[in-house]
T-cell receptor, first 116, second 112 residues
Framework: NAGVMQNPRHLVRRRGQEARLRCSPMKGHSHVYWYRQLPEEGLKFMVYLQKENIIDESGMPKERFSAEFPKEGPSILRIQQVVRGDSAAYFC??????????????FGPGTRLTVT | GESVGLHLPTLSVQEGDNSIINCAYSNSASDYFIWYKQESGKGPQFIIDIRSNMDKRQGQRVTVLLNKTVKHLSLQIAATQPGDSAVYFCAGPNQAGTALIFGKGTTLSVSS
């Protein structure tokens, strides 16, 4: 059973471009979480999605950032008009619909975004 | 607001020693905590968890202790090995119960 997949693993964008980060949850998982990690920092929650629904986006900046988890296909975190401050590692986690623990989250390897 | 934080950013130990990594939290209503290990270039990996109705939980070479009175938990690693070198995070649920709040992390360095 493959783990959480994220691609690309590394992404370089110039200021003003768009970044699209993809996350395929573990098989059978219908809950997806996105976190951002700045250098030397812990992970910061951004958004929690279930299939076709955003459950909690309280950690996501109101402008330029959006996330979706369609019925088919991976979850997408989209950052428009990137700025240097968006440079970070972005991690996706997934959990099953009936987790034994509500925070039974499995993390992917992350996408490292560099804005030049 | 709620927070979860670690006491020391770095910890250096000799191979074979026991390591203790500490963490404090602010929300006395928190009922669940997790320790994660993150190796360079990888995502966090689950180590061990503990519910607030427990004081101690043991895994393979790891023990988590929870002191609710002072809102403190610790991760103890027995007979630390070079492969244990990583950044360790404690995490707890946010108030909405929708996500995890992570501390900043302690970098554990194990020398042979």
């Amino acid at each position: 059973n493959a783990g959480v997949m994220q691609n690309p693993r590394h992404l370089v964008r110039r200021r003003g471009q768009e970044a699209r980060l993809r996350c395929s949850p573990m098989k059978g998982h219908s809950h997806v979480y996105w976190y951002r990690q700045l250098p030397e920092e812990g992970l910061k929650f951004m958004v929690y999605l279930q299939k076709e629904n955003i459950i909690d986006e309280s950690g996501m900046p109101k402008e330029r950032f959006s996330a979706e988890f369609p019925k088919e296909g991976p979850s997408i975190l989209r950052i428009q008009q990137v700025v240097r401050g968006d440079s970070a590692a972005y991690f996706c986690a997934s959990s099953p619909p009936t987790a034994a623990e509500p925070y039974e989250q499995y993390f992917g390897p992350g996408t490292r975004l560099t804005v030049t | 607001g709620e927070s979860v934080g670690l006491h020391l950013p770095t910890l250096s130990v000799q191979e074979g020693d026991n390591s203790i990594i500490n963490c404090a939290y602010s929300n006395s209503a928190s009922d669940y905590f997790i320790w994660y290990k993150q190796e360079s270039g990888k995502g966090p990996q689950f180590i061990i968890d503990i519910r607030s109705n427990m004081d101690k939980r043991q895994g393979q070479r790891v023990t988590v202790l929870l002191n609710k009175t002072v809102k403190h938990l610790s991760l103890q690693i027995a007979a630390t090995q070079p492969g244990d070198s990583a950044v360790y995070f404690c995490a707890g649920p946010n108030q909405a119960g929708t996500a995890l709040i992570f501390g900043k992390g302690t970098t554990l360095s194990v020398s042979s």
